[in-house]
């Protein structure tokens, strides 16, 4: 658990530097491949070979849990506030939970009560201020919780039975993602918004070294030595530490805290009503 809060206090910096120095400034399609190839490049003293079945299956995991959630995450920028996509990702646990019932071979019946409370924790948080914008935002986010959801779990179901090294994986984990995100790059980029300023550079080198590589490979690793329920709450420990690092470092401005705890409140009533759902289905 220590290097999962650990890697969760690291990320709780990463939104707000996205929002603050590359959305909108940086291609999104270029920022991510960046940040998937200096991860890529950390990795690659560390690939062997394996058969091709097994690197499929890892590069699929990478290309999913890394590469499709990146894609979509970026693309949220545009239609949320860091606070929103933050507070958006609360919904990451419900899916961790069905993707662990589902590979456990186990139905999940009542998901859809949690997954109705939360959707309308949602709701209420800019009840008076709903646009086309604000939902494309909020279906993007949940499309990257999802694909974030199902990589950490399908790792996990992985690694059972897997004596490979975690840095061997990794090398075979960020392939998958960079090619995916490189192919996004060169049919969909705009190549007028390429990092040209040292601060962009360097927040780029930082996103792809240390918050990527290093990150990932953190919280891979750490996400085996939990249980699936650990980890779905460990997945809404960023929440608030990611606010308040957009509120006290970048000046990020709630403008309606009642609605927002409100909100919250919803949401948080939604996790409990997940993990009552089904208490043991950690294993």
């Given amino acids: 658990m220590a290097l999962l809060w650990l890697i969760t206090a690291l990320w709780a910096f990463s939104f707000s530097l996205i929002g603050a120095y590359l959305s ?20 690659l003293p560390f690939w062997r070979a394996v058969p091709w079945r097994q690197a499929l299956v890892m ?17 949220s920028y545009h239609y949320l506030s860091v606070p929103e996509l933050l507070l958006f990702t609360i919904f990451t646990p419900l899916y961790v939970s ?15 009560a949690p ?25 993007l986010i949940q499309a990257a919780n999802a694909c974030f959801a199902f990589g950490q779990v399908w790792y996990r179901h992985q690694s059972r039975n897997n004596p490979l090294p975690h840095r061997t994986r990794f090398s075979w984990f960020f ?10 790059m ?10 040209q300023t040292p601060l962009q550079q360097g927040v780029l080198l930082w996103l792809g070294v240390v918050t990527s590589g290093l990150g990932y490979l953190g919280w891979s690793y750490g996400s085996t ?17 990611g606010i308040m690092v957009n509120v006290w470092f970048w000046n990020g401005h709630i403008s309606d805290w009642p609605r927002l705890m409100l909100g919250c409140v919803c949401m948080a009533l939604a996790l409990w009503l997940c993990r009552q759902r089904q208490p043991q289905s950690a294993q």
Avoid at 175 to 184: E, K, M, Q, R, V
């Fill in 59 to 75: 590069m699929a995991t990478g290309a999913i849990e890394i590469g499709m959630t990146y894609l979509f995450l970026y693309h």
């Fill in 186 to 195: 060169l049919a969909l980029a705009d190549w007028s918004k390429l990092p």
């Fill in 24 to 43: 909108g400034q940086v291609d999104d399609y270029i920022a991510v491949t960046s940040r998937m190839l200096l991860a890529l490049l950390i990795f």
């Fill in 175 to 184: 392939l998958g993602a960079a090619l995916i995100t490189c192919s996004a």
């Fill in 115 to 139: 997954a109705l409370l939360a959707v309308a924790g949602a709701a209420v948080i800019r009840w008076t201020e709903l646009s086309d914008d604000y939902w494309k935002g909020f279906a």
């Fill in 98 to 112: 069905l993707f662990a019932d589902l590979l456990a071979k186990r139905w999940p019946k009542r998901l859809w």
């Fill in 225 to 241: 030595k939990v249980n699936a329920q650990q980890l779905a709450v460990m997945n809404n420990m960023l929440i608030p530490a």
